[in-house]
């Protein structure tokens, strides 16, 4: 910990987050300890733009687990962050989740690599709208609709079989009728170049970077590790269980998020 606040005590640090900082506030993480019962494999773009049946089950099921999403409050480590951000010690956050939790918390800027789950794009005329506002357009379409699902999953849904989901009436865009899915991006699907190109540029201009609750086993991720490594920027991981980027980092940290960002905020001031 003297070593790590340290790196931020110098400031100009940001930060890469990923599902195992969420895991304190309900949602569980993808390969870390809250990963390991998922029975259901994450949507693919494919699938979803392909699959009419595949696409029902997975609005049946983020239907169910949306009320688990929308309910989560942030917990230590987001409020850590946002109160280093607010300190000036931290320049910048990018992360990997898709749960709002970092804004909720009060960080801002964000850039949310991977999109958000609260926003809905038609595929076919580009609107975007409120998931709340889907919600209850689901809601008066299924008002007899009680399937009880699994655990909720990192992407924000419960796992259904197609049985339990044949029932599920979805919707189209209110403007044209087109195909609506959620403003995240899908396995298999390329993130927008734009957050990349400045996801890139805070990682050049930082003077460590610290990546939080992710194993680094996605390149979307770890590209921007890969980078700092490159460019001599100090590297700083907290994250419970081994990254596949240990040994680019000079701090290594495992342990649990919420308690260790908060610490790590008091020693810092």
Not at 67 to 88: D, K, S
Not at 147 to 154: E, H, K, M, S, V
Not at 207 to 215: E, F, I, K, P, R
């Amino acid at each position: 910990m003297e070593r790590l606040s340290g790196l931020v005590r110098r400031g100009g640090v940001v930060v890469l987050s990923g599902a195992g900082l969420s895991t304190e506030s309900g949602i569980p993480d993808y390969r870390g300890p809250s990963g390991l019962q998922r029975n259901a494999a994450p949507m693919t773009y494919q699938t979803f733009t392909g699959d009419p049946v595949a696409r029902r089950r997975y609005w049946a099921r983020s239907y169910l687990g949306w009320r688990t999403i929308a309910e989560a409050a942030p917990n230590e480590g987001h409020r850590a962050v946002a109160r280093l951000q607010r300190g000036g010690l931290v320049t910048g956050v990018i992360t990997q989740n898709v749960d709002g939790l970092h804004q909720a918390a009060g960080a801002d800027p964000v850039i949310e690599l991977h999109g958000g789950l609260d926003r809905v794009v038609c595929l076919d005329c580009g609107d975007l709208t409120a998931r709340t506002v889907l919600d209850v357009r689901l809601r008066a379409a299924n008002p007899s609709f009680a399937a009880l699902g699994g655990g909720i999953n990192p992407d924000g849904d419960v796992d259904l079989t197609d049985e339990q989901a044949a029932d599920f009436a979805t919707v189209g865009c209110e403007g044209c009728g087109g195909m609506l899915k959620p403003d995240v991006v899908f396995f298999g699907e390329q993130v927008p170049m734009p957050r990349v190109t400045a996801s890139f540029a805070l990682v050049e201009a930082a003077t460590a970077l610290l990546v939080l609750g992710s194993s680094l086993t996605v390149l979307s991720g770890r590209r921007f590790v890969i980078r700092a490594a490159k460019l001599g920027v100090p590297i700083a991981i907290v994250n419970q269980g081994p990254t596949k980027s240990d040994e680019l980092a000079g701090v290594l940290v495992d342990a649990p998020l919420g308690k260790t960002l908060s610490q790590l905020a008091e020693l810092v001031g």
